[in-house]
């Protein structure tokens, strides 16, 4: 993987210790994901080179950042970094500050210039102010302009929403989407919010007590249904789906590789993309298809394996309606009973399709 991100490290403290060796993509956003003290910043951290005493091996496309006869310090590496709290300069403008990013890299090096980025994150009208004059998530917005400024071969992002409400995330998770639509380089992004992760990643590594538990393309992990019980919880499957239609009776159709989906009346045109959750407790399952039912969304689908869950008496069901993995959440009961095993040919029953976006 020529253009990827290699990151193998190992950083050993008294009470924790962080072993990771992961092959990430070297373009879309990679979420880095687990539970408090699992060892998602100082990943990143140490990524960034602000771990001396990580061992390990850090390759970003064709540069070696580390190995064991190189460490290119911090300062040296091609890459940007966005914290929960903006860290901008009070003193100057938003646009001195974005200065200072781009001067950061030679002329011939820049591969943004301040106009396009103030573009692409909807700064444009607010170069003249003052940091303290822009709301957080404008604050926000400003600092990963800066640090694009700066030309990254990679994008690091520790928790950059985790400081705004829930109204300033809405307003700036549109931007870190087109991020990712029109950036070429590879960002990495610490969340524990699932559904943040479920909206922007592309690659999703999965992190406990700083080990990987699974990394890879992330509807694939989302399916998976063999993951520690910290990671089934809330489990779900994301699809990527496109708005086929609109009915007269306010329902529109989403279209995803494999069936239709039926929900309320989108505002979007027909064509658009649309990335929907659909969390396993929203899905039952019944052996013959249901009829007289209000539930408009019925897929056939084959089951793949069951597991255990951390709610004693329920169990997680992998499915796949065609290529389209799909999860649900029965009790025990209700597995023995409809003799729920692998091979079995049964119809998921969606209660619930959450839109993300
Ligand atoms: N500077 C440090 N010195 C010693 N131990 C540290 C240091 N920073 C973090 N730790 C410990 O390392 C472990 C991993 O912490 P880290 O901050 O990387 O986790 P995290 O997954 O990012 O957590 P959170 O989601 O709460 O930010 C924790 O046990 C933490 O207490």
């Known amino acids: 993987m020529a253009d990827g991100v290699l990151v193998k490290l190992r950083i050993e403290r008294s009470a924790f210790v962080l072993d990771v060796d992961l092959a990430l993509p070297g373009c879309g956003i990679t979420a880095l994901f687990g539970p408090s003290g699992s060892g998602k910043s100082t990943c990143l951290r140490a990524i960034a080179g602000l771990e001396r005493s990580a061992r390990g091996r850090v390759v970003v496309?064709?540069?070696?950042?580390q190995d064991a006869a190189t460490f290119v310090p911090t300062?040296?590496?091609?890459?940007?970094?966005v914290f929960q709290e903006?860290?901008?300069?009070?003193?100057?403008?938003?646009?001195a500050n974005l200065e200072f990013g781009r001067k950061r890299v030679p002329a011939r090096e820049r591969r943004y210039t301040p106009e396009a980025v103030a573009e692409l994150l909807g700064i444009a009208a607010l170069l003249e102010r003052r940091p303290a004059h822009l709301s957080g998530g404008e604050r926000q917005r400003v600092a990963i302009a800066r640090a694009l400024l700066a030309s990254p071969r990679l994008l690091l992002m520790d928790e950059p929403l985790a400081a705004l409400d829930v109204r300033r995330k809405g307003e700036i998770l549109p931007y870190l989407?087109?991020?990712?639509?029109?950036?070429?380089?590879?960002?990495?992004?610490?969340?524990?919010?699932?559904?943040?992760?479920?909206?922007?990643?592309?690659?999703?590594?999965?992190?406990?007590?700083?080990k990987v538990v699974a990394s890879g393309p992330l509807q694939d992990t989302l399916?998976?249904?063999?993951?520690p019980p910290a990671f089934t919880d809330d489990a779900g499957v994301v699809l990527d789906t496109v708005l086929d239609g609109h009915e007269a009776d306010d329902l529109s159709r989403?279209?995803?590789?494999?069936?239709v989906l039926h929900v309320g009346r989108r505002p979007e045109a027909p064509g658009t993309r649309l990335?929907?959750?659909?969390?396993?407790?929203?899905?039952?399952?019944?052996?013959?298809?249901?009829?007289?039912?209000?539930?408009?969304?019925?897929?056939?689908?084959?089951?793949?394996?069951?597991?255990?869950?951390?709610?004693?008496?329920?169990?997680?069901?992998?499915?796949?309606?065609?290529?389209?993995?799909?999860?649900?959440?029965?009790?025990?009961?209700s597995r023995r009973e409809l003799d729920i095993v692998p091979g079995r040919q049964v119809w998921a029953q969606i209660k619930g399709v959450a839109l993300l976006g």
Do not use: K
């Not at 300062?75 to 970094?81: K, N, Q, S, T």
């Not at 909206?199 to 992190?207: F, G, K």
């Not at 039952?284 to 394996?305: D, F, H």
């Open 254 to 259: 989403l279209a995803f590789g494999d069936g």
């Open 75 to 81: 300062h040296r590496r091609a890459l940007g970094y």
């Open 177 to 210: 989407e087109r991020l990712h639509d029109e950036l070429s380089i590879p960002i990495i992004y610490v969340s524990h919010a699932p559904d943040e992760v479920a909206r922007l990643a592309d690659h999703l590594v999965l992190l406990d007590a700083g």
């Open 61 to 65: 496309g064709s540069e070696v950042w």
């Open 275 to 333: 990335r929907c959750r659909i969390h396993a407790r929203d899905v039952s399952l019944a052996l013959e298809r249901p009829a007289g039912t209000s539930i408009l969304n019925l897929l056939p689908a084959t089951v793949s394996a069951t597991t255990p869950t951390d709610t004693p008496g329920h169990v997680l069901v992998q499915l796949r309606a065609g290529a389209t993995p799909l999860l649900a959440r029965i009790t025990e009961r």
């Open 86 to 95: 903006a860290s901008l300069f009070t003193h100057l403008s938003v646009r």
């Open 223 to 227: 399916a998976r249904a063999d993951l």
